[in-house]
Structure formats: C-alpha cells, structure tokens
C-alpha cells in the first residue's frame, strides 16, 4: 500500500517564475491538504481539497493555487515565485469516511526560489 | 483560533538519559492533539495523538505522551533515547475543519 507520495522531490527557480508541485494520496483516501515548511519552521496550512474544491484555506496569498482531481491526486501551484516562497511543501491525505483526524504526510517538495 | 506553542527551541539528551518534550496548547474545544517526528530531509510521521480517553497515550518508538487539561499541556516523553532519535519534533492541535495547527518544533540532539 503505497502511502502519499510527491513530486518532484526537489526543484530549483527563479523569481517571477510559476511552479506546479504534486501529490497522490494514500490509498482510499480523499481529501488533501497542502502546508508550507519553511527552514526551521513548523508547517503552516495552505489550504485542504475535498471533492475537487477548495474546502478551508491559510493565510496565504491568490498566488498560492490548487486542484484536485477525480482521482483525489492533487497540484498546488504557486505564481510569481518570491525568495520567501523557498520551503518544503508538505502534502497531507485523509479519508472523510474515518472517523479519526490522522493525516498522513508525504516526504515534500523542496522548493528552492532564486 | 487554536495555536501551539512549544518553548524548547533545542534538547540536548546523552543516549540513554530520559527526554520530555514540552507542548502548550490552545483551542477553546476539546483538542485534538498530536506529535510527529521529522527526520532531516523527510516528511512527518506521526508518534501519536490524543483524541479523548485515557490521558496518557502511548505511541511509537517507544514514545508516550500526557494529556493535562487543567495545563493546557501535552508533553512527549521517552524514557531512554536512542542515537536514533535524534530529529524534529512537532506538537500540533487539529481544528474542527481538520487543519493541523503546528509548533514551532524542538531539535533533539543525542549525544553519545
């Protein structure tokens, strides 16, 4: 049973530049959740995707983007890259069915912003 | 809105010693609370979490942690470190709307 997985694992760009990260979650689950580590951080949460909307969002600006397929993978993009953008992108599933509030994690994206 | 605070930036623990790793919780509800643990260049795995019950919950890796409402606390503990315990560890309180709040995280280093 493959738990959540994404991709790439890391990436380099520029300022002003956009960039799509990716995530499938783990088998029989449907609802994803993005977050933001940045270097020596906890996680901040970007926003959740159940049933292909946006369901809860963070703090974080229109430059920040998502989707969620049919099959509950999901993309997280991000516009206009800023130095500040530079972090490890977390990407968490669960199932709605179940009733406990674990999520799993998936090892992240490295975004590097030049 | 819930939030996380855990005031030990760094832990310094000889192998063997015994850990505690200090979690200060706020959430007007019941809380749902967790620890995970990140190994350098990886993603979180969760330890364990306390939803409701039994206020000391047990947890992988040998780890346990205490639930104490009347502190607002949810300490992690383990009573003999291992070199290979040496990571990050968060403490996190999940919302309503299923949003992990998370803990600015606390280093242990295990030395020999």
């Known amino acids: 049973d493959a738990g959540v997985t994404q991709s790439p694992t890391h990436l380099i760009k520029t300022r002003g530049q956009q960039v799509t990260l990716r995530c499938s979650p783990k088998?029989?689950?449907?609802?994803v959740s993005w977050y933001q580590q940045a270097l020596g951080q906890g996680p901040q949460f970007i926003f959740q995707?159940?049933?292909?909307?946006?369901?809860q969002r963070g703090n974080f600006p229109d430059r920040f983007s998502g989707h969620q397929f049919p099959n509950y993978s999901s993309e997280l993009n991000v516009n206009a890259l800023l130095l500040g953008d530079s972090a490890l992108y977390l990407c968490?599933?669960?199932?709605?069915?179940?009733?406990?509030?674990?999520?799993?994690f998936g090892p992240g994206t490295r975004l590097t912003v030049l | 809105a819930q939030s996380v605070t855990q005031p030990d930036i760094h832990i310094t623990v000889s192998e063997g010693a015994s850990l505690e790793l200090r979690c200060n919780y706020s959430?007007?509800?019941?809380?749902?609370l967790f620890w995970y643990v990140q190994s350098p260049g990886q993603g979180l795995q969760l330890l364990l979490k306390?939803?409701?019950?039994?206020?000391l919950v047990q947890g992988i890796k040998g780890f346990e942690a205490e639930f104490k409402r009347s502190q607002s606390s949810f300490n992690l503990r383990k009573p003999s470190v291992h070199w290979s315990d040496a990571a990050e560890y968060f403490c996190?309180?999940?919302?309503?709307?299923?949003?992990?709040?998370f803990g600015a995280g606390t280093t242990v280093t295990v030395r020999a």
């Open positions: 959430y007007g509800a019941t809380p749902y």
């Open positions: 088998s029989g689950h449907d609802t």
């Open positions: 996190a309180v999940i919302s309503n709307d299923y949003k992990l709040s």
């Open positions: 995707y159940y049933e292909e909307e946006e369901r």
């Open positions: 306390y939803f409701s019950g039994d206020t």
């Open positions: 968490a599933s669960r199932s709605s069915r179940l009733a406990g509030h674990e999520q799993f």
